[in-house]
């Protein structure tokens, strides 16, 4: 539900965010509706709050744990 199809676009969402946040807390006292704004990108960024993205994340490897397990049994069947 959460999960990504490429465990490296999961990762750059995230970098996304972390990145969107940090700037938003820096810049709060300065740009108080750009930080706002950041915010905001950063949790589209992230699907959610942070926990639904880490919930993505351990379903994306798990898919990816799946779907390298099949290959190996579908190599190892005889044909």
Excluded at 31 to 58: D, E, I, K, N, Y
């Amino acid at each position: 539900m959460f999960g990504s199809a490429f465990l490296g676009a999961h990762l750059m969402r995230g970098a996304a965010a972390a990145a969107l946040l940090a700037w938003a807390i820096v810049h709060q006292t300065a740009h108080p509706w750009l930080s706002l704004g950041a915010g905001v990108g950063a949790l589209v960024a992230l699907r959610g709050c942070p926990m639904c993205w880490t919930v993505g994340l351990v379903e994306t490897l798990s898919q990816g744990r799946r779907d390298s397990t099949a290959e190996r049994a579908d190599r190892t069947r005889p044909h």
